[in-house]
């Protein structure tokens, strides 16, 4: 019988889960010490730079056979659970509860947090602003669909910095209205969708005029008032639309990711790989482009993002939103942005962060 | 400077943090050992009753001043990814990704599992019963709409057993087609969501005359094709019909949830703490509930749950789903279920599962 076998074995799991349990508690009192001492100086609760380098310290003396990323998952709970003895950190966040949104700000901060869903972007920003929430947690970016235009423009105007970002997985799903594909003449989503899924299509749908429109969403309206459509894209906005699932994960690329920015009053100080996002302008939008980013290779600065957006409020055309590596204290970094700062009509460094971790 | 303070007790945890590091690997190798053990006799990898009682012992052990709750977050996940070392389990669940429905999977499992979203609950039933998931995971009860029809009927006819439960808060937000009260006549949700906000409503909305409708999905579409209606429902409903949120988490009671029941193959044996849910019809409805029951009693079992049910399928006029304490391997139960079985002309154990934690 193996549970003659099992019986000593799960006797040395549970000395060492007794073991485990008493130093979770042990590291529990000398975080509620860090508390006091922050208390004191009223320094923040939670420190990303700090638990970043936490998180990749486990990972890089992790001796294995345990899973480096399943490794920084129980540390991200045990620091969230220590934090939590101090204060649980309000997280606002693009509602409803069950998205997206909200396994971002469990991503983030662990589940020993409470959570404050909002109805709206703007409202997660006033949210924060206001100090109901210490930190919010807002769609920045859809490796399919592009840019949230909203967050970009908020990020624009706000007191508030980014923190942090977190990325999430998201799928796609071939669905119509009557969940087959009897009668389909033709399947809808954004062109950077239907060229993720290309080989599937190819493959499965291999007759079917494929046709480019302004968003997933968009789509999915369409495939709602049209029997002969079928839309790709996310099953949430299929449900919205009520739309019948034809196949699901019908995407290429299993990395298709959403990117979510932490947004607060705090801004945190290096961690050792940081980024740091910029929106800049200038006047002349043809000419000064180049001349406006020359500092950064100058000084040696790696650009991860250049995103040019048409502008809806303020003065100028463009913004230009930018990402590079590093902190905003590092000095080859402080230097590039002296020089960006005289070269821009507009210039506003939206954060600091540590890079995450997935 | 309060990072002169900061500095050692930080040295502290980064020393306490390598030797729980190093406790999580070495519980991790004995788990490898189990898992040889469980090979050689093709025991299952996942074990709820096991489960259950670890983290009941840990709760139970723990000194604080760790929250006991947040101390079973942090070791579901230890156990979670010491059980991906023999393998990922594979989880169906009703899709999408990113709702409640997911949230439920990672509070059973952790989030070391591999899931697969269905896009119906027949579809959870059928990858769990067809074996491309070990376990699948669905809604069965909604503490303000009441049971999940759809799930009861497949319970009575799968193959497979209830292994495990799980709940999940849920929230209800006041919601119309234009995102605010102008010209509202009428606010409608189910009866007892309405009871749930009657005190929220009796202060905010006085004048308002209520409505009582069959669902508050019924009432979300009600209100996006009536102007003066508003609904109140969960905001996933209200996404659905892209109505406007009026106010957020309306209902009075704070413990409103959703429960779901994991589905799979295996019978989980007792853990200490248990729960049987059955399936019973009698032919003749009205006299014989009462003596159906008699045996639960005379054998001092006690019935956590009972609903009646018309019946859809089958020979029977109504179903009866019953929880009660305990396993049926308990004496006690056992004794009672054999005479439950004589009086009944259905008689089914759906399963026998450690209580939630939650």
Redesign the interface.
């Known amino acids: 019988m193996?549970d003659d076998?099992?019986k000593p074995?799960?006797e040395?799991?549970?000395s060492?889960?007794?073991?485990?349990?008493?130093?979770?508690?042990?590291?529990?009192?000398?975080?509620?010490?860090?508390g006091h001492?922050?208390a004191?100086?009223n320094?923040p609760v939670f420190r990303p730079e700090?638990e970043a380098q936490?998180l990749r310290?486990?990972a890089d003396?992790?001796?294995?056979?345990?899973?480096a990323a399943?490794?920084q998952?129980?540390?991200r709970?045990?620091m969230?659970?220590?934090r939590?003895?101090e204060r649980r950190v309000v997280v606002a966040y693009l509602?409803?509860?069950?998205?997206?949104s909200?396994?971002a700000v469990y991503q983030q901060f662990g589940?020993?947090i409470e959570g404050l869903?909002?109805?709206s972007i703007d409202e997660v920003f006033r949210a924060t602003e206001a100090g109901t929430a210490d930190f919010g947690v807002v769609p920045v970016e859809n490796s399919s669909e592009g840019a949230i235009n909203r967050t970009l423009d908020l990020l624009l105007q706000t007191t508030l910095s980014i923190s942090g970002e977190v990325s999430?997985p998201?799928?796609h799903?071939l669905m119509t209205k009557s969940?087959t594909m009897d009668g389909i003449r033709r399947i809808c989503a954004h062109s950077q969708t239907l060229a993720q899924c290309q080989v599937w299509l190819n493959l499965n749908c291999p007759g079917i005029e494929r046709v480019a429109v302004a968003s997933n969403g968009e789509a999915a309206r369409m495939a709602a008032d049209d029997p002969t459509t079928a839309a790709i894209a996310?099953?949430?906005a299929?449900?919205?639309y009520?739309l019948?699932?034809v196949k699901?994960?019908v995407q290429d690329d299993p990395h298709n990711r959403t990117r979510f920015v932490v947004i607060g009053r705090l801004q945190p100080g290096a961690s050792g790989k940081d980024k740091t996002s910029l929106a800049l302008a200038v006047p002349n939008k043809a000419g000064a482009v180049y001349n406006l980013l020359a500092p950064l290779a100058t000084h040696g600065v790696s650009m991860t993002r250049f995103e040019s957006r048409p502008a809806r409020t303020g003065t100028w055309d463009y913004y230009f939103y930018v990402d590079v590596e590093g902190h905003q204290q590092d000095e080859k970094v402080d230097r590039a942005f002296a020089e960006l700062r005289q070269n821009s009509a507009f210039f506003k460094i939206l954060g600091s962060y540590p890079l995450s971790l997935n």
Chains 1, 2 share one sequence.
Do not use: W, Y
């Not at 060492?16 to 860090?34: G, H, M, P, S, T």
């Open positions: 193996s076998k099992l074995l799960r040395q799991i549970d060492i889960d007794a073991q485990i349990l008493e130093l979770l508690n042990r590291r529990a009192r000398v975080a509620e010490q860090v001492v922050k004191e100086t320094a700090r936490v310290k486990v003396m992790n001796p294995g056979p345990l899973v399943d490794v998952t129980i540390f709970e045990i969230s659970s220590c939590a003895l509602g409803p509860p069950g998205t997206f909200e396994q589940h020993a869903p909002c109805a999430i998201v799928h799903s969940g996310g099953e949430i299929g449900q919205r009520n019948g699932v699901a994960h």
